[in-house]
């Protein structure tokens, strides 16, 4: 059974120039190119013929979207490392553990942090550790190579220009010191979409949270970690109140009402909030 | 003595772990499977399937579809007006006019590649008109209720089958005993409890596929993953009105059935679709989403279980209704019915019983066999009510059991009279599990300041209820070196029968099961023939068969030898291959120079090869009458008794499957290893199904997760502890006394999963499956009807 039910070329440039060029070409072809990486997505969307190309581009053996390690005080995650490999790489449990919940281990061997960052799925669990680290981004496209805050150009899904593509994410390696805090609430499988993933990390600042399979997107609220981080109130009146300011409605599907999520929420961030404010880490 | 025993000597294969025949196949994934068959004269049908669960069909254009290149047919509706059905010919092979469930078939495109043929599928265009919806079986039920059937009362349908035209009703059967107004007045206290669940999957490994041919002189050769060669064989004839010689049905290796293969469907549309390509082969599989929606499913349930007993714990009323989802047509779905009637007060005596059992169209996914064959559903009615009833009564639900257990001498549903080789020991499941629970030790015990963790038990039968009719042959023949082949028309589903019918085969020759070989295809041109590889009949039907034939070869090896060795027959013994005087053992010839006759040192040759045949039917069966429930659809009931243990999170109620146990009455454990794996596959998988299995249907009964990704079955890592034992009281029927085991290991598991999940959370919990969100309902009090569940 051919998987993918529609032809299409593949390319597989060596840099990241040949890579947007060719994106270039081939969109002004009519080829609606996608940026290729570990191709789950594309794979599985393609044979429901949710996704359509005449055109992939392999980006993954290019070396910077393959760079794993620590650079000027950052770690730097190449955008085409697995989600294995970060994890197993053990540098920064928050993001590896994290992106550990995301589907199985087989997948994860494909899955890639930048594949799962630019998913057309709602949950994109692993850019969570990235937005409560202020973690930048390094983009390429027809307009240059530029590098951002994440929190800039993160707003429901990634913002990216047309023949953009996602090289790499940078953390400050600081960060991998700090109590963090990663749950993942399912409706009832050890594999599965979230009910309810929570990352979290405690800086001198505060508590910091983002959030997936909440609402319909993922998401940090500074406002909800003002509330939150409010230490005169008692932690369930914090969360009670932070989810009067959540930035969209409940999700309520066929993982679980919006009732029930909210309610799943509320638990695991109670039993978040306790271990950051002890200064313990919890990470499943 | 069982069958096979001849008294005295020890068992040297019977009970031995041998490994499974195909295992060696199956690790290194050379096993070929129906789907791995590839041939460059193939052509490849793809399926078109309609997005609404009840519509009407306005128009099929096909007009750009049939002009992609490659593409040869097309097949709608309109190309074959035969209507199919086991048990109600009920159904179109592809849909015409109108389509009745989310995923029924509307046109079938051959061409001469899978992928062409599935772009030009994409191109068909079909107009529906979509009608109103029916959801479950009581919405079926109520006046005003959209009809599905409108013509039920013209359909051909088998005996036993007792439809009600006019509504939504397929089948009906009443099962009676005693005087229920006499049983309601000895009642002291009376409960009453409500179950339900909805239509799930099977989720065999293997995805279903079949090729079909029809070669030039009209024999039709089909090769399919099923579960039921012969009866493809038989329908096929019946409906395309050939004769069943004609007919010629190969069953390779099969990827897990659990019930689902032994539907006929997807071998009759890719007959349609050789018959559109000038009788070419064609190949037709299913994609999983097909397989999950399309194909036959497991049944759903409502049902009111409504019990009387005295205040010491004796039920002396019981009245039952049943209402089975059997979805848009009704296949097997009437006679999982007649099978859960025909046990449906569980393993129970109750003097007096009214059981009400229906089938029910809905615009769901239609149903067909799943392991266990209606009665992990109708266990799951009667085990939710015992345990309230024990709530009710203050007794100990397992001491209320025991007082209730039907034992020999008590009639069972069907007035069959239960004996000691009929009837399973479920009293010594029950000691041994109630040891192994730690039942006395405690019930409820709170973990820490969240944390609960609670047993739940439960027990069952299960009569293993076949056409009266059905039989099952074998036959063995030799090779040159002395070891033996043997075949029977048992499809090996991965349940390891062909292997335990080695073990028999070799236990009585006295030799190795090593030194036996098993077809692993089962073809109906020369295999000889079993009825269909299910309700747990291998080992039994087979089995006897393999017995026969056998002793069939050994009387044909004795009278050659009493040639050669000048001795009587009757002082004939086989044993280690060779077959010796039993007075004077060194008097002795080994089988390897009489097995194809012997050859005087001269050259002159007496006898030839040697073929043993044999045959099995079950005695004395007739079929239930369906206003009284009176007959004897099956020979024995199969016991065990189960235990779960949980660990509830009381805040979200999540909660964690500690230890599952189940203990079985085997009759004889055949092969230890593989009937150990039986059970906890079995067990497994009804815990799968209590856990999570369900098909989760939008307001048009759409169905929401067709997909792996979406619809979550148990994974390996994430089952608890199994704890399995055997009680060996042998079934005088079953050879060397065994016991049926396939299904049994599942039946009871949803209601244990319950009954533990409701002592732990506190509240009763009746609906399948146990999601954490439900119990989380059921504990705050809000209604059970969010889109999740």
Known sequence: MPMIP???????????????????????????????????EILTLGRMREVHT???????????????????????????????????AGLFPLLGKTGAGVADRTSRNKITLGGNICSQFIYKEAVLPLLVTDSLVRIVGPTGDRVAPIGQLFDQTLRLGGGDLLVQAMTATGYAELPYVTIKRRKSS??????????????????????????????????????????????????????????????????????????VWSVAMTEAMEALEKGASIGR | MAPGESGGSALAEIGRSVPKKESFYKVTGTARYTGDRTEARYLHASLKISPHAHARILGIDVARARALPGVRAIVTGADCDVLTGEEIRDRPIVARDRVRYHGEVVAVVVADTETQARQAVDLIEVRYEPLPVVQSPTEA????????????????????????????????IYVRLGDMTQGWALSETIVENAISFKPSDHAAMETRSAIAEILPDGRIHVVSSTQAPFAVKMYMAKYFGTEAGQVEVEAPLVGGAYGGKAAIQLELIAYLASRAAGGRPVKAMYTRLQDMITAPCHIGLEAIVRLGST??????????????????????????????????????????LHCECLTVYTNHPYASAFRGYGHAELTFAIERAIDALAEELQIDPWTLRMINIARPGDLAPTRDLLNESNLGDLPACMERMKALA??????????????????????????????????????????????????????ELGTGTRTVLAQILAERMRMRTERIHVRSVVDTAIS????????????????????????????????IAACVLRADPEDLELGDEEVFVRGDPHVRIEVKKICYGYMFPNGNTIGGQIIGRGAY????????????????????????????????????????????????DAGRVMNRMGALGQIKGAMSMGLSFANRETFLFDNEARVQNPTLRDYSIFRYGENPEYVVEFVERPCLDGPYGARALGEHGLIGMPAALASALSRASGVRLNRLPLFPERIWRARMGYADDSVSL
């Open chain 1, 6 to 40: 529609f032809p299409f070329d593949y390319y597989r440039p060596a840099t990241l120039q040949e890579a947007v060029a060719l994106f270039g070409e081939l969109d002004a072809g009519g080829k609606r190119p996608l940026y290729y990486n570990g191709g789950t």
């Open chain 2, 311 to 352: 205040k010491e714990g004796k039920i002396v009323a019981a009245h039952l209704t049943y209402r089975f989802d059997g979805g848009a047509y009704d296949d097997k779905s009437s006679d999982v019915a007649r099978a859960a009637a025909g046990d449906c007060t569980g393993p129970y005596a109750f003097e007096h």
């Open chain 1, 190 to 263: 050890a594999i599965d979409y979230p009910l309810v993933t929570i990352a979290a990390i405690r800086t001198q600042e505060g508590m910091r949270f983002a959030f997936s399979g909440l609402c319909a997107f993922p998401f940090r609220s500074l406002e909800m970690e003002d509330i939150l981080n409010n230490r005169e109130l008692p932690i369930a009146q914090r969360i009670q109140l932070a989810s009067a300011a959540l930035p969209g409605p409940i999700l309520n599907d066929i993982k679980g009402s919006a009732l029930y999520r909210k309610h």
């Open chain 2, 617 to 664: 039917t079950q005695r004395r069966m007739n079929p239930m009458n369906p206003f009284t429930g009176e007959g004897t659809p099956g020979p024995e009931w199969n016991v065990g008794a189960h235990s779960v243990e949980v660990e509830l999170d009381t805040r979200d109620c999540t909660y964690r499957i500690v230890k599952a146990i189940s203990v079985n």
């Open chain 1, 54 to 88: 005449e055109a992939v581009i392999d980006v993954k053996r290019i070396p910077e979207c393959r760079m794993l390690g620590r650079h000027a005080g950052m770690f730097v995650w190449g955008a085409s490392l697995t989600l294995s490999e970060v994890h197993d």
């Open chain 2, 141 to 172: 039920m109520r006046p005003g209720a959209p009809i599905l059937h409108e013509r039920l009362g013209e359909y051909e349908k088998g005996p036993g089958v007792v439809p009600v035209p006019g509504t939504n009703i397929a089948s009906i």
């Open chain 2, 438 to 491: 730690g039942w006395d030790d405690w019930k409820v015990r709170q973990v820490d300041d969240f944390r609960i963790r609670a047993k739940g038990i439960s027990c069952f039968w299960k009569n293993s209820s076949i056409d009266p009719n059905a039989s099952s042959g074998a036959i063995v023949s030799f090779n040159v070196d002395g070891s033996m082949n043997l075949d029977t028309g048992v499809v």
């Open chain 2, 528 to 559: 000889p023939e079993h009825w269909k590889t299910v309700a747990s009949r291998g080992v039994f039907m087979a089995g006897r068969a393999v017995l026969h034939a056998a002793d069939d070869a050994i009387r044909q090896l004795k009278a």
